[in-house]
């Protein structure tokens, strides 16, 4: 994936199935979604960025496919560059069916739909040892995010089935990046379209957020376990390289985290107490204000595993120190 694209680019993966990439503004510069070929109408999985310009690409994109009868939109989870475009998407293509997960609902309407959201946010970072002048861009730019929540006719958890090209596909719940995060795993093919549980080259960001359970990185460790047991066959993820040996990328990851857990710990043994402060320890200097936030929830969740392992205390409400 070059650097910052600006255009959308359609990779034909076989067996029907269509990878669509569509840029963002971000040093993660592009969000896979996917459309999948069905006689009776095809499905969507994932919507990118709601912007003026998502909303041309995808025009071009179903132009170029044929202009096919789009029966189906799929959400994965409600973070703005899988959701935010849902709402003209699945208005543009007449959508018959918008399929979210249950608790991933309620978390994007509590995200972009309450008004208080915002300031939960950035008592959020402040608490959390964020200096106010970050916190003011990283508030901005949260509110300035463009996105129109479809309306799902189908809420969905673990178990359901979703039908797909008279393939089942059944529904995971695999939380750690996102609490309600699902996932859909074909039952012949084996392909498992993950959203952003799993990615090559990059691990995937497991934050404590102000909307979050209070051990998302536990969850996120029982997910990979998960994966590797399941095993799929291929991983189609949201963002870079397919993944053909799930399995062993989910060890890789779960082998990452487990060092990132002793680095947190060496960073509240060398005097860090604050999340934050533990970020300029682990991750230093080289984050711009877009990254910092996502290091800094990030930095917490490996703080509150570190406590629930009893490795380290929480002294305070949000300050910590090594058991």
């Known amino acids: 994936m070059s650097r910052s694209p600006r ?7 076989g067996g029907g199935v269509h990878q669509v990439t569509m840029p963002l503004p971000w040093a993660l ?18 919507c990118g960025l709601g912007t003026p310009g998502t909303l041309r690409r995808w025009q071009q994109v179903l132009n170029d496919l044929g202009s096919p009868h789009i029966r189906r939109v799929v959400i994965t989870h409600y973070h703005p560059d899988h959701i935010g475009a849902s709402g003209p998407l699945a208005a543009l293509v007449g959508a018959e069916e918008v399929v979210q997960g249950t608790y991933d609902r309620t978390l994007a309407l509590a995200a972009w739909s309450d008004p208080q ?28 995010l463009p ?11 673990e178990g359901d089935v979703v039908q797909i090209a008279g393939e089942a596909h059944r529904v995971l719940l695999l939380p750690g990046h996102a609490d309600g995060h699902i996932a859909l795993l074909g039952e012949s093919s084996g392909r498992l379209f993950s959203g952003d549980v799993l990615l090559a080259e990059i691990t995937p960001n497991v934050g404590r957020w102000d909307d979050s359970r209070d051990d998302p990185l536990g969850e996120y460790l029982d997910t990979l376990r ?6 799929p066959a291929r991983v189609l993820p949201g963002h870079r390289a397919l993944i053909d040996d799930p ?22 043994r060398a005097g860090a107490v604050s999340a934050y402060e533990v970020v300029g320890r682990v991750w230093g200097d080289r984050l711009g204000f877009h990254e910092q936030r996502f290091a800094l929830a990030e930095a917490l969740a490996h703080l509150s595993r570190l406590v629930l392992q009893g490795r380290a205390v929480e002294t305070t409400p949000l300050r910590f120190a090594a058991a």
């Open 147 to 157: 996105i129109e929540l479809a309306e799902p006719t189908r809420l969905v958890g």
């Open 7 to 13: 255009e959308v680019r359609v990779t034909a993966l």
């Open 226 to 231: 998960r994966i590797e047991e399941l095993a």
């Open 29 to 46: 510069d592009h969000v896979h979604c996917y459309a999948l070929e069905d006689s009776e109408g095809w499905t969507l999985i994932d």
């Open 247 to 268: 399995a062993r990328r989910a060890r890789e990851i779960a082998e990452h985290h487990e060092a990132r857990l002793d680095e947190h710990e060496q960073a509240l």
């Open 117 to 144: 959201s915002a300031a939960r946010f950035a008592h959020y970072l402040r608490a959390n040892g964020m200096p106010r002048e970050l916190v003011d861009a990283s508030v901005g730019e949260e509110e300035e």
